[in-house]
C-alpha cells in the first residue's frame, strides 16, 4: 500500500501528530542589580573557575553540551542542541502476561514475529523449575529477567563497551519494547545501567526501537532509532547522551526536533525501519541506510545528512533484491581485502570490498554478500549475483537474528552481535522468567584465501574463561562407532577439533548425483560413505537425548567433492514443545586443508564455527536429561567407508560476572 508522507525535509510532518507544547514561560521577575565592584569580583572568580576547568577538568576532550551542529568538510559551526526534552506521555506497566494465542507477536504492530507460533496447539512438557534453571547460560550476555530481542547501537566509548538491546521490563514475552543497556571492559563481563530510553514522547509511543550508534570526528556520540508512534507508523528519532563527559553513557536526550525522518512516497508507514551506523562521504556529509521494500523486493533506501536533523533521500536505493520481502536491521560496511584488522564504517579504498547484511522479515534469518560500492552513485553491486542479499550466504544457518555490527576503534577490529531467539514455548519462557540470549561477540574479516565469504569468529577474550584443558591426539574413530570423551559434565565448554580423512579412501569412493541437504537428509542418523562425523555435545550416557554437530562430504559423479556443516536438532531433547530443526550448509574446504570445528556449548545455546569461521551454526537446546552432571560428550563417526582420524583440546569454561 502506498503512503501518502512527504519526506522533503524534517519538518513537514503534517500527517504526523505535533509535538506538544513544552515551552515555558521566561520568569517575569526584575533582576536584582549589582554594585560595580561585585560584578567585578564575580568576574574574575569566574574567569579563574575557568581557567582551572580547563587545565584539570576535561583531558578528554570537550565534554561541555553536546554540539552536533553542522559538519562540513570535516569542520564544525554554531548551533547546539537544547537538553530540554518534550512534552512525555504516560508509559506504564501492561499488567498481567499471558502467551500468545493463535498469531504470533509483533506481526500487528509491523515487525517480524516475536513468538514461537511453530508451538501453538502442542501440548506443553512439564518443565521442572530444575531444568529451567538449567536452561540459563553461564557466559552469554542477557539480561536478568524478561524479554529481550535485538542489539542496539553497540559501540567502545571512553574505554567502555556498551550494548543496548530492545527489552521488555515487564516480562518475559516481546512488547514494551525499551533500550537495555550493559557496559563492559572486555566484551565478557558486564555491568546493567538503567534503561536508557523508553517510549514516553508521541513518536515512540508504541516502542523505541532497533537503532544504531554513530561517533562523530570529535568524539562525540549520535545515536538514531526507529520510532513506532502513536498511531503506529514507523519514523526514525534522534537521541544523544545528556553528559559526553560520563564514559558510561547513563542518560540519554532525545532530540526535541523529533522525528528527523518519516517514510517517503510509496513506502509503507510500517515498512521503514532501522538506520545503520552513517559514514562519511567524501563532500563531507553522512550517509545513512534504512531497510524497506517496495512490493516483494527489499531494499535499502539511502539518506544524505550534514547534521543528523535534516536528510535528503538519494534516488536510487542503495541495493534491493526482488522476493526478499521487508529488509530489517541492514548493516553496511568495508571489509579489508589485504589486511587482518577490521576497518571503520567510512574507510572506502581500492583495497576494500563492502558487506551488504540484511534480516529477512518473511524467514527471519540473517543474509549477506560481498561487492563493490560506488560513493558518488550511492549504490552498491555484489559480486555475484547468484548469491545476492537474501538469495545467498547467510551469517548463520541456525538461530540467528537482527544482527549488528561496529568498530572496535581501540583493537581496530569488527565486531557482531546477533539475537538469538528462544525456540521453546512462551508458556516455558513466562514459568522460567526471561527470554533470549546474545551470541558470543564474533570477529568479522573477509576471509581472503576464498574471497567469497566471511570469517567469524569468537572474540579472543572469551578464552580467558577457559579452565581445565584436556587434549584429545590422533583418536582413531572407526565407521560406526561413537567414543565417550572424559571432560567432566559438558555444559559449558570450549571445543576445538580437527579431522582427518586419507586420501585413498576419498579417491576408492563412487561419486553420486544424489543431492544432501542438512536439513532434509535424515540428519547425523543417516549414513553415507564419508559422513557423518563429529561430536555429540548435550548428549546423556544412553544417547537417548544429543545434539550432533557434524561434517558430511558428498562427492559428485564428476569426482568433486562437497563438504556440509550441519547441527541436528531431532533428538535432544524428550520434550515436544521445542523445536528440534536440522541446521547446516556447506562449508568451502581448500586443498590441504584439515576439516576443523570450534564448538561453544553453554547450557541451552550451542554455536558453532566451521573452517576457522566460514559457516557457522547456532542453536538453542531443551534437554529433559542431559543436564548438569548428566551432560556428556562423545566423538562419533557414522560413516560407512571412512576411518576419521581426529584431535581435539577440550575446556571447561567459568561462567562470566554480570552485574544487576
Known sequence: MASSWNESTKNNNNNLTPLLDGNNKEDERPAKRLRPSRIVF????????????VAFGDRNGDCGKISLSRYVGGRMSSGSYSDQPATKTTWTSPGRITPAEGVPRGLAEGV??????????????????RLLAWQRTGFHFQPKKNWMNDPNGPLLYKGWYHFFYQYNPFGAIWGNIVWGHAVSKDLIHWRHLPIAMVPDQWYDANGVWTGSATILPDGKVVMLYTGSTNESVQVQNLAY????????????????????????????HKDFRDPTTAWSTKDGKWRITIGSKLNKTGISLVYDTDDFKT???????????????????VDFYPVSRVGENGLDTSYNDQTVKHVMKASLDDDRN??????????????????????????????????FYASKTFYDQEKR???????????????????????????????????????SNLLQWPVEEVEKLRLNLKSFDNVDVKPGSILPLDVGS??????????????????????SDEEYICSSSGGASQRGALGPFGLLVLTNDDQSEQTPVYFYIAKGTDGKFKTFFCTDQSRSSKANDVRKTIYGSTVPVLDGEKLSMRILVDHS??????????????????PTKAVYDDAKLFLFNNATQANVNASLRIWQMSSSNIKV
Open 112 to 129: 517480524s514475529a516475536k513468538s514461537s507460533g511453530h508451538l501453538f496447539g502442542k501440548s506443553p512438557f512439564s518443565w521442572t523449575n
Open 366 to 399: 540473517d543474509y549477506y554478500a560481498i561487492g563493490t560500492y560506488d560513493p558518488v552513485q550511492g549504490k552498491w553491486v555484489p559480486d555475484d549475483p547468484t548469491i545476492d542479499v537474501g538469495i545467498g550466504m547467510r551469517y548463520d544457518y541456525g538461530v
Open 413 to 451: 577490529r569488527r565486531i557482531l552481535w546477533g539475537w538469538i531467539t528462544e525456540t521453546d514455548s512462551e508458556a516455558a519462557d513466562i514459568a522460567k522468567g526471561w527470554a533470549s540470549v546474545q551470541g558470543v561477540p564474533r570477529t568479522v574479516l573477509l576471509d581472503q584465501k576464498t574471497g
Open 241 to 268: 547522551p545528556a553528559d559526553p563527559c560520563d564514559p558510561l553513557l547513563v542518560k540519554w536526550v532525545k532530540y526535541p526536533g523529533n522525528p528527523v525522518l518519516v517514510p517517503p512516497p510509496g513506502i509503507h
Open 605 to 622: 545455546i550451542v554455536e558453532g564455527f566451521a573452517q576457522g569461521g566460514r559457516t557457522t551454526i547456532t542453536s538453542r537446546i531443551y
Open 42 to 53: 564575580l568576574f574574575l572568580a569566574g574567569f579563574l573557575a575557568a581557567g582551572l576547568f
Open 311 to 329: 536528510y535528503r533521500l538519494l534516488n536510487e536505493v542503495l541495493h534491493g533484491v526482488p522476493g526478499t520481502g521487508m529488509w530489517e536491521c
Open 490 to 511: 559438558a555444559s559449558q565448554l570450549d571445543i576445538v577439533a580437527e579431522f582427518g580423512i586419507e586420501k585413498e579412501v576419498l579417491n576408492l569412493v563412487n561419486g
